[in-house]
């Protein structure tokens, strides 16, 4: 575009014409090309905690626990690093770019010769992974039509446990002696996700940079011929994209990114009812998670006299619930709504978890009960959880979207984190099963507050066009004022 066109702004159909676009082979490209950060995610976390690297490289328990909170540290470092560039490069840029750097350090990670080269690396693939979480759900959310946006991002965000499932599937295969040598099982296992990686980074080679994001940094030519590729094949697909007119369309002038002084505006001056949303909802379902994922294995063993390893084998239908929940119940955050389906989700599974409380506390439960309870609470709980990445991407504008999801994701990880230390202490070796109880009791008042700011403050977000949820920061009207002023 031209110096003269970008000084003023410009009137753009493509947002609407992005979100009112039907459904068609793009966008199931999209779907397989960038909803696997999460698969990628859940299986590093199980070839991880399956410590199978921990014998040959001669590393104590407490360095294996720590080999897990390098790679949480890496994610928290990436979202805040690469979030920022996802907002000022581009979606695409970046979701190649944190793959790559991801692909980078799990690979070198299972050449490891000793713990600190180890550790090294696991940071720097969960530095890519945390880049991928800014990057992918900014980009999907983009591409997506308003009327599935919900479904799509509840999908690929539940995916994540059928990337643990596949992780624990390898690590039982090849950490087995039988098999694989010990120093070579757990390498091979290392590699599993980039063999995935360069299959998918092939694929991503193919889909487009966000139009929105192109429109609003003044490369509107470039969103028009992406957005008539698409219309084309929709249209080669039997379909037709619908008829709009101007009246529709954005004024948009190109913006070049935010200051942090403007970034902080648009949180607690523009937003701040929003980002306590957005920060609750995150910041509950991660404590919640990790405190009971993270130690289920520790009540199995000493609450119901389980082995290790047949503790393990209970963690396939945990891991189903939580793999069924978004895909179930995904369609209903686009048809009931974002509000009640989120509050509800978050309201049911803190009942499911006090009830298995009382039961645990009561001593009624057997370790298949417990399991199944656990299930039924993390069904509804897994929905609301992958319903809060949707709901920070798609309630803020959209040259802080990275941003925001990569700074609500980092704090929450922070929170989480303290979960596993309390349950861990709590369970105190099984002596008692009160401290327990009242952990259970505390993590159920937690969600349940999660349901109700969800109630209170959420946004009715089902169907509409992210434009319509929060205007970009760089819209303005026919007159050429400014929609959102931003402080200098």
């Known amino acids: 575009m031209s110096a003269s066109v970008e000084e003023r702004p410009v009137k753009s159909l493509v947002p609407v014409r992005m979100d009112k676009m039907p459904w068609s082979r793009f966008h199931w490209m999209v ?25 040959d490289l001669g590393m104590s328990d407490t360095q294996v626990g720590f080999t897990a909170t ?10 805040l690093v690469f979030g920022r560039l996802t907002d000022k490069l581009g979606r695409k840029r970046l979701f190649i770019i944190t793959l790559a750097v991801y692909l980078i350090g799990s690979g070198i990670a299972g050449l490891s010769p000793n713990m600190w080269f180890l550790w090294i690396f696991r940071f720097v693939a969960g530095a890519g992974i945390g880049g991928e979480y800014s990057a992918i759900n900014s980009a999907i959310d983009e591409l997506m039509p308003g009327k599935y946006r919900g479904r799509v991002d509840l999908a690929i965000n539940g995916t994540y446990w059928a990337g643990a499932v596949l992780g624990s599937l390898g690590s039982f295969y090849l950490l087995d002696t039988d098999r694989f040598a010990e120093n070579i099982g757990w390498r091979i296992a290392f590699f599993i996700g980039p063999v995935l990686g360069l299959i998918i980074i092939f694929l991503r080679r193919h889909i487009p940079e966000s139009p929105r994001w192109l429109v609003t940094h003044g490369r509107g030519d470039e969103a028009e ?6 219309e084309k094949s929709v249209r080669e697909n039997g379909q037709e994209p619908p008829k709009l007119d101007e009246s529709q369309g954005w004024w948009i002038k190109a913006h070049e990114g935010v200051t942090p002084k403007q970034l902080a505006y648009v949180f607690f001056k523009l937003y701040p009812t929003r980002t306590v949303l957005g920060l609750t909802l995150m910041i509950t379902q991660s404590f919640l998670y990790n405190a009971i994922f993270f130690t289920s294995s520790l009540v199995l063993q000493n609450f119901y006299g389980k082995t290790s390893s047949s503790a393990a084998l209970y963690f396939f239908p945990f891991a189903i619930g939580n793999l069924l929940g978004p895909l179930i119940l995904g369609r209903f955050f686009d048809t009931v709504g974002r509000r009640k389906m989120i509050g509800g989700s978050y309201t049911i599974a803190a009942v499911v978890l006090f009830i298995s409380a009382v039961l645990f506390q009561a001593d009624l439960l057997s370790a298949g009960t417990h399991t199944a309870l656990w299930c039924l609470s993390f069904f509804f709980a897994s929905a609301g959880a992958s319903a809060g990445y949707l709901t920070v991407s798609e309630i803020f504008p959209l040259e802080v979207r990275g941003q925001a999801i990569s700074y609500f994701f980092s704090i929450a990880q ?12 709590l369970i105190g070796g099984g002596a008692a099963r009160g401290p327990l109880f009242w952990g259970y009791v505390g993590a159920s008042v937690i969600m349940l507050i999660g349901g109700l700011v969800a109630f209170k403050f959420g946004v009715d977000a089902e169907g509409k066009a992210l434009e319509d949820i929060a205007p970009p920061l760089s819209t303005y009207d026919e007159n050429g004022n400014q929609l959102t002023r931003l402080p200098v």
């Open 31 to 55: 779907i397989f090309g960038l909803g696997t950060a999460w698969i990628l995610d859940g299986l590093e976390i199980q070839i991880v905690a399956s410590a199978g690297y921990a014998k």
């Open 70 to 79: 390098v790679y949480l540290i890496g994610q928290v470092v990436g979202a």
């Open 225 to 230: 011929a992406i957005v008539s590729g698409i």
């Open 414 to 425: 922070i929170f989480g984190s303290v979960g596993p230390l309390i349950f861990g202490a």
